[in-house]
């Protein structure tokens, strides 16, 4: 009697057919982006969006061409971040164009989809159950966006992951060995101590780790023109991560007022946390460069 | 998953797919060979786990005819449903009472947006065409739109 492997095919469906046929259009749809990007945590709360925002923001100054794919899609901030809540999507011949920023970022996030009042929600047959099916609806959504919308030549395209140490291995697992990786922590011990499992959870794939970023690294007081602390870690010993720290990026009170209304900081360059992310942007790239590209 | 008919010792090709009922797939394989003809009926979760995927269960001819049909419907998505039905989604269709219309060019680009964000593209291209004084969307329209909004 035959066994599973002497029968070509599934005698109908072809449904592994169909998985390849997905993986190999968001292969085509990235083959023109330098580098993939995911910057996650594992904590949520830390900024990793805000931060994805305005690195993208720092490499965009410098002449490279960036996009943000908001991974987040239960939670999505990049379309009221990057003032592209009322985006249009327009099909050109083959691909959806993608929505940009006002510094020519291009940003996709389910926030330019969904109002901020409803939920995503998935039409299910299986009620009660969607713990058992959700995460695998939402990477097949992942694949749909990366497949269908015209990412182009890009220097960098950037994942603003969710929060969770799980799901940040989840979407390592999905993003492929391409990806490198770049966490975010806050000077306080149990961020420290999550993003830890972050990197732990992380090192036993193929995923690179560029290193980490610490956030809201004290505030920036406009009044005095210095960064003084926000949290007891801030006076004490350095987060030990066990990778490289790319630099740390004070909360500024002022940034986070213009990103809920969607309007990029122009005097950002001329401050403390603007030149903090200069260096984060640089330190970031030039991690990238210095780190060979493993074979697709 | 696979079916073999054993007493032909031949693999079973998928013939039919019904319509969910309940959560419910019904799939019906037979043998080449000796044409017995088996059902597979899914439970909900079965449907459910498969559905996830985002692939279409069927025969191959229909999976094309569902693919073929995209630009008029999204009912081929497995993320046909996904957004909720809010005003804001589809203020273009009810808001706006001139009609416009698509030409074959520019509606076979249509099929090509996600069916989950294609119902807010279309009212959005439509509300651009309007203010520019058009009533038929054509590619030199999605062209104009795509200039215009920068991408």
Known sequence: ?296 | MKFLCVPCDSPMKLQTVGPPERGSLSIVYSCPECGYEIAMLTNAYETQAVQSLGVRIGPETSRAEVSADAGSSAAGCPFASMIPATEDTQRGQVADATPVRWTAAAEARLANVPAFVRPMAKAGIERYARDNGCLEVDEKILEAAREFFGM
């Open chain 1, 1 to 296: 009697m035959k066994g599973y492997h002497d029968i070509v095919g599934d005698g109908g469906s072809g449904i592994l057919e169909q998985v390849a046929e997905q993986r190999s259009r968001i292969a085509d749809g990235l083959a023109g982006v330098r580098h993939l990007v995911a910057v996650g945590s594992g904590k949520g709360g830390v900024g990793k969006s805000t931060l994805t925002l305005h690195l993208a923001g720092a490499l965009r100054a410098r002449g490279l061409r960036i996009a943000i794919l908001d991974a987040d899609f239960n939670g999505p901030s990049q379309a009221r971040m990057a003032g592209v809540q009322e985006a249009l999507f327009v099909p050109g011949a083959h691909k959806v164009s993608l929505p940009r920023s006002r510094n020519g970022i291009a940003v996709f996030s389910m926030g330019s989809v969904i109002p901020e009042s409803e939920a995503l929600d998935f039409q299910s047959t299986a009620h009660g159950e969607s713990h058992t099916w959700r995460a695998t609806r939402e990477f097949a959504l992942l694949g749909e966006i990366l497949a269908s919308f015209e990412w182009g030549t890009l220097d960098l395209l950037m994942f603003d992951l969710p929060p969770g140490a799980e799901r940040t291995v989840q979407y390592a697992d999905f993003l492929g060995p391409r990806t490198s990786f770049l966490l975010v922590t806050i000077p306080s011990e149990v961020a420290r101590g999550v993003v830890a499992r972050s990197v732990a959870a992380l090192s036993k794939g193929p995923s690179r780790l560029l290193g980490y970023v610490e956030n809201m690294s004290g505030y920036y007081c406009r009044d005095c023109n210095a960064i003084k602390p926000l949290f007891d870690a801030d006076r004490g010993r350095p987060a030990d991560l066990r990778i490289p720290c790319l630099g740390t990026v004070p909360f500024d009170p002022e940034l986070a007022r213009q990103c809920d209304q969607g309007l990029p900081l122009a005097e950002l360059p001329n401050t403390p946390v603007g030149r903090a992310l200069d260096h984060v942007a640089q330190q970031l790239l030039d991690s990238l460069e210095s780190t060979r590209e493993p074979s697709r």
